[in-house]
């Protein structure tokens, strides 16, 4: 069964950054498309960026465009999420999701399209 870990998470002050990490095991994620989603407390979940199984197409939400980046490294079977220039309201529970595809360029669209989860990293900006 495939199982995702996400870690890197942790305090950081305004105008930081972090390096997410969702690791894989129990298979492989060289077939799935890869979404980080993001949950703040009562709020709803976010999606932050997508990532296709080839790697060669991604997507990122207006709120972090241009300070984050996503990107997966097939051989250690782990995608990550750059986050540079940090801010406040980026405080949340980060979470990263596998999503089966068929498509090497397909981009996941809701989080109907995800078949496993991870267990969520914290990330908390404050000064």
């Known amino acids: 069964q495939l199982q995702l870990v996400e870690s890197g998470g942790g305090l950081v002050q305004p105008g930081g950054s972090l390096r997410l990490s969702c690791a894989a095991s129990?298979?492989?994620?060289?077939?799935?498309?890869i979404g980080w989603y993001r949950q703040a407390p009562g709020k709803e979940r976010e999606g932050v960026s997508t990532?296709?199984?080839?790697?060669?197409?991604?997507s990122y939400a207006d709120a972090v465009k241009g300070r984050f980046t996503i990107s997966r490294d097939h051989a250690k079977n782990t995608v990550y999420l750059q986050m540079n220039s940090l801010k406040p309201e980026d405080t949340a529970v980060y979470f990263c999701?596998?999503?089966?595809?068929?498509?090497?360029?397909?981009?996941?669209?809701?989080?109907?399209?995800?078949?496993?989860w991870g267990q969520g990293t914290q990330v908390t900006v404050s000064s």
């Open positions: 999701a596998a999503a089966e595809t068929f498509g090497n360029a397909w981009l996941p669209r809701s989080v109907n399209d995800y078949d496993h």
């Open positions: 129990g298979g492989t994620l060289y077939d799935y498309a």
């Open positions: 990532i296709s199984s080839s790697g060669g197409r991604t």
